[in-house]
């Protein structure tokens, strides 16, 4: 099975910066998409920013500007840096892809367990 694991989270002040990473392992043909999503206490889960195969990326408007999304596909990785981080930055991080089994060929959405990301001073 695929598994995707976050790394890099955290307590950060405000204006401090983090980067996360997401590596995804197992049984891998090929990764299409692949996004950030958080969720803080009672919230809905948003998109924070996604990427494509080829390199072109989506941002949420709330951290346009302050966030980057990139990935290295040889190691099935995707990133996301964090600058000037606010208090409303803080929720739980998940890491997303699309992905098709290089066991199975079907294509389907994997999730990351989560990296708590707390900004606080």
């Known amino acids: 099975q695929v598994q995707l694991v976050e790394s890099g989270g955290g307590l950060v002040q405000p204006g401090g910066s983090l980067r996360l990473s997401c590596a995804a392992s197992g049984s891998i043909f090929s990764i299409y998409d692949m996004g950030w999503y958080r969720q803080a206490p009672g919230q809905q889960r948003e998109l924070v920013a996604a990427i494509t195969s080829g390199g072109a990326t989506n941002y949420a408007d709330s951290v346009q500007g302050r966030f980057t999304i990139s990935r290295d596909n040889a190691k099935n990785t995707v990133y996301l840096q964090m600058n000037s981080l606010k208090p409303e930055d803080t929720a739980v991080y998940y890491c997303?892809?699309?992905?098709?089994?290089?066991?199975?060929?079907?294509?389907?959405?994997?999730w990351g367990r989560g990296t708590q990301v707390t900004v606080s001073s």
């Open positions: 997303n892809a699309d992905v098709r089994s290089g066991y199975s060929y079907v294509r389907r959405d994997f």
